[in-house]
């Protein structure tokens, strides 16, 4: 059984993730993290019937007060940090669903993970056809040296670009540098309208109500485009499947490794 603790339990993907971990055989939901239910059970917020999973307000009680071996965290990228440190000190696995955390941030994850003996898979989208889409996506930067991301999103959303899109800029700048053709220093005009600049892939990020998430890589050559594109609907159930294979892999491997693919058979 493996003993899970989801902060951000109590929120729009953590709440799926809570009713998956509670109907999965092989795993126990241990506790949450929410400062609005602080205090309450789990079970009666999300009406699991009679379960009793207590929600703590931060991460340090709810290390006191019970023992788990995953924490997921599903917050907000100006708490997460704190509870993922925090748990990989304890010695606990993390699995990370939460978008906004920059390169350096996981820098100092890998380092405090390899430091304590412990694991992390970061999965900057947890859905399989986004893991699709991020392998398309590889496969054509491989042979199309001129690309950049296009990252849509609901208008609420605090971090630009999103976890999608970071996770896609780093990985394709793995698979190759596109071209550039006209250096920040010779563009005349507004250069924050040729979008942020993510281990030198361009990302533009749109924030615009009536949109969900979408995330889409185009390249361009002479004479052709190819656009490869992912769009979300309202739920987040589509994270679930994916959010359950990561609490069961992040045990199998040391240190941090980012993308679900990356425990995945392909
Ligand atoms: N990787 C993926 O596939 C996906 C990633 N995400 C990312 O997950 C994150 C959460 O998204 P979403 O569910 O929409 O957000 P919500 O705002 O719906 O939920 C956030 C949750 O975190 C809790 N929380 C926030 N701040 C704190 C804090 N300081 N201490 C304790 N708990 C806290 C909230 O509870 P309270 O306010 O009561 O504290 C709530 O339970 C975002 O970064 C989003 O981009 C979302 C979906 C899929
Ligand atoms: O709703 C959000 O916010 C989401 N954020 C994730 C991201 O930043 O990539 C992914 C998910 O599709 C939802």
Redesign the pocket.
């Known amino acids: 059984m493996i003993k899970v603790c989801i ?9 799926e993730l809570s009713k998956g971990v509670f109907n999965n055989p092989n795993m126990t939901l241990v506790g ?7 205090g309450e059970n789990l079970g009666d917020v999300l009406n699991f019937g009679s379960a009793n999973i207590p929600i ?4 340090e009680t709810a290390l006191k007060e019970i023992d788990f071996d995953v924490l997921v ?8 940090m704190k ?1 993922i440190i925090s748990c990989l000190k304890k010695g606990k696995n993390v699995v ?5 955390l920059t390169d350096e941030d996981y820098s100092e994850i890998e380092k405090t993970a390899d430091e304590n003996n412990t694991s992390v898979l970061a ?5 399989i056809t ?1 893991v699709l889409l991020q392998k398309f996506s590889e496969m054509a930067a491989k042979y199309i040296p001129n690309f950049e991301i296009i990252d849509y999103a609901h208008e609420d ?3 630009a670009p ?3 899109a970071r996770e896609l800029a780093y990985r394709l700048s793995k698979v190759q540098k596109p071209n550039q053709y006209v250096t920040e220093e010779e563009l005349i005009g507004e250069k924050a309208s040729r979008g942020a600049n993510l281990n030198e892939v361009q990302v533009h990020s749109v924030r615009l109500p009536g949109h969900v ?1 979408s995330i889409e890589t185009i390249f361009g050559l002479k004479d052709e485009k190819l656009s490869i594109r992912h769009d979300s609907g309202a739920s ?1 159930e ?2 679930v499947k ?2 359950l294979l990561a609490i069961e892999k992040v045990s199998t491997f040391k240190g941090l490794k980012r993308g679900l693919d990356s425990v995945m058979e392909f």
């Open positions: 902060a951000g339990g109590t929120g729009w993907a953590g709440s949450a993290l929410s400062r609005k239910h602080k703590f307000g931060d991460i965290d599903y917050t907000k990228p100006t708490i997460a509870n990370i669903g939460t978008s906004g999965v900057g989208n947890f859905a986004v959303k605090i971090d999103s976890g999608t998430i987040a589509p994270y994916g959010g």
